[in-house]
C-alpha cells in the first residue's frame, strides 16, 4: 500500500540549532515533494516545492533535499527560532492531487 | 494577496443533518480540492475538481459527499447525512495548475464541523 511517514511526530530543539525532519514513501513515483507549515486551527501553508531531478532546494534559513532512490526528503531549517514552531507536513503529488504525511510537531525551545 | 475564504467557520450539526461547507477558491485558480483533518490527525484528501467535474476521490469520499461549482466563485462540499465520524475540519484548497506544471496548493481557514 502507499505511505508516506513522516519519521518524528514530536521533535525538540534549541533556538539557534538546526531542525532536519524526515520524510519517506514507499509506492509512490512522485515528480515532486512539496512542505507545508501548518500552526494549530490554521490551514497548511506552502514553504518549497523541490522536483524530482533537483537535489536540492534552498529558501532562506530552508533546505529540502530529494533523494528518488532512497525515496526520501529531508526537510531542514537552520537557526531555528521559537517562531519556528509548527507541524510541517511533506506532500507528495499523485497526478493532479496532493497527499500528506501525517506531519512532524517542531518545538523550538528559547 | 489573494485567498481562499471559507465559510462557516463552525458549524454545530445534529446527526443525519445535511451540511453544506462553502469555499471560495483564488479567481483565476483551476484545480479545486477538499481534504479533511480529523482532530489530531492527517490532513487526508478528499476530492479534487478540475474542469466543472471531479478528477479524484479517495475511498473517503462516498454517496454521503458531494461537490458542486454553482457559478464561477464558489466551491461547495455537501454532506448529506451527517455521522458523528463526519466531525473534522474540513480544508477547501485551489491551484493554478496541476500535473507536471504544478505549483503550490493555497488552503483556507477551514470549517470545523462538529456532529452530534
Known amino acids: 500500500s502507499q505511505k508516506i511517514e513522516q519519521n518524528s511526530e514530536a521533535l525538540n530543539i534549541q533556538e539557534g540549532k538546526t531542525a532536519t525532519l524526515t520524510c519517506n514513501y514507499t509506492?509512490?513515483?512522485?515528480?515532486?515533494l512539496q512542505w507545508y507549515r501548518q500552526d494549530p486551527g490554521r490551514g497548511p501553508v506552502f514553504l518549497l516545492l523541490?522536483?524530482?531531478?533537483?537535489k536540492e532546494k534552498r529558501k532562506e534559513r530552508l533546505k529540502v533535499t530529494f533523494d528518488t532512490t532512497l525515496k526520501q526528503s529531508l526537510f531542514h531549517i537552520t537557526a531555528s527560532q521559537p517562531a519556528d514552531s509548527a507541524t510541517y507536513l511533506c506532500?507528495?503529488?499523485?497526478?493532479?492531487?496532493?497527499?500528506f504525511g501525517a506531519g512532524t510537531r517542531l518545538t523550538v525551545k528559547p | 494577496e489573494p485567498e481562499v475564504t471559507q465559510t462557516p467557520s463552525h458549524q454545530v450539526t445534529q446527526m443525519g443533518q445535511e451540511v453544506i461547507l462553502r469555499c471560495v477558491p483564488i479567481?483565476?485558480?483551476?484545480?479545486f480540492y477538499w481534504y479533511r483533518q480529523i482532530l489530531g490527525q492527517k490532513v487526508e484528501f478528499l476530492v479534487s475538481?478540475?474542469?466543472?467535474?471531479?478528477?479524484?476521490k479517495s475511498e473517503i469520499f462516498d454517496d454521503q459527499f458531494s461537490v458542486e461549482r454553482p457559478d464561477g466563485s464558489n466551491f461547495t462540499l455537501k454532506i448529506r447525512s451527517t455521522k458523528l465520524e463526519d466531525s473534522a475540519m474540513y480544508f477547501c484548497?485551489?491551484?493554478?495548475?496541476?500535473?507536471?506544471?504544478?505549483?503550490?496548493?493555497?488552503f483556507g481557514e477551514g470549517s470545523r464541523l462538529t456532529v452530534l
Open positions: 506532500a507528495l503529488d499523485v497526478g493532479y492531487d496532493m497527499r
Open positions: 509506492n509512490y513515483s512522485p515528480a515532486y
Open positions: 479567481s483565476n485558480h483551476l484545480y
Open positions: 475538481f478540475y474542469n466543472n467535474e471531479i478528477s479524484e
Open positions: 484548497a485551489s491551484r493554478l495548475q496541476g500535473g507536471l506544471n504544478t505549483g503550490e496548493l493555497f
Open positions: 523541490i522536483r524530482e531531478n533537483e
